[in-house]
């Protein structure tokens, strides 16, 4: 991760659009979340590197995703080509604009995880 993005102090206030919910922690009450959040994101993430959004290819690239399905993430929900972002893809793209600081789960905290899934 690049200096700039590590000292970026983001502005809360651009979060505006952004759901409180989709900024949780999975099993924590985190929601999916949709595609205009996804595509703010991809704006807020932009504005870290002078760009007017994240690219496909950008976000592919920090989240491991081909571009199909960058590209369907930010589909129409409802539609034939929309799927819904993986949490892990999501909190990517999170921590790496700066809105959510990366969290070290112990063991323990996993369990607890695995078993609220099931």
Known sequence: ????????????????????????????????????EIRLLFEIGGELI???????????????????SVRRWTAEEGSKGHKYISYAAWRLLLIYVGIVEPEIIEPEQAVNIKNVAE
């Not at 700039?4 to 999975?26: F, Q, V």
């Not at 994240?54 to 592919?60: I, R």
């Open 1 to 36: 991760m690049s200096e700039d993005i590590k000292n970026y102090e983001y502005n809360r206030k651009d979060l505006k659009g952004i759901r409180a919910s989709t900024l949780l922690p999975y099993g924590s009450g985190w929601e999916k979340p949709t595609p205009d």
């Open 50 to 68: 002078g760009k007017a959004k994240l690219t496909g290819s950008m976000v592919g690239g920090i989240t491991g995703a081909d571009a199909r």
